[in-house]
């Protein structure tokens, strides 16, 4: 089982930054790691995936504004988020997928709110 636990949400004023971090109670190396966000009455969309190699991809809405990274070491990704608008308030999850030569499941976080003020 694959416990993954975020932090570093908060309120933020429009134009801030924020970093969250996802720490995961495995060797995080085995797994693709990801960040979602929901806003209330909306679905759950992808908004950084950094794969085992360190390859990543983006949501349209987030490049060039997030930065999402992973240290190993210490089994914790990382999503940098800059320029902030009002629109990024949602909650957002971390996932992990894998593990790496078995057979992959999805493994969810319980979330952590971010709230960006106009």
């Known amino acids: 089982q694959v416990h993954l636990v975020e932090s570093g949400g908060g309120l933020v004023q429009s134009g801030g930054s924020l970093r969250l971090s996802c720490a995961a109670s495995?060797?995080?190396?085995?797994?693709?790691m990801g960040w979602y966000r929901q806003s209330p009455g909306k679905q759950r969309d992808m908004v950084a995936i950094?794969?085992?190699?360190?390859?990543?991809i983006y949501a349209d809405a987030a490049k060039g504004r997030f930065t999402i990274s992973r240290d190993n070491a210490k089994n914790t990704a990382y999503l940098q988020m800059t320029s902030l608008k009002s629109e990024d308030t949602a909650v957002y999850y971390c996932?992990?997928?894998?593990?790496?030569?078995?057979?992959?499941?999805?493994?969810w976080g319980q979330g952590t709110q971010v709230t960006v003020s106009s």
């Open positions: 950094i794969n085992i190699s360190g390859t990543t």
């Open positions: 495995v060797d995080s190396s085995y797994y693709a």
């Open positions: 996932k992990a997928r894998g593990p790496t030569g078995g057979r992959p499941r999805d493994y």
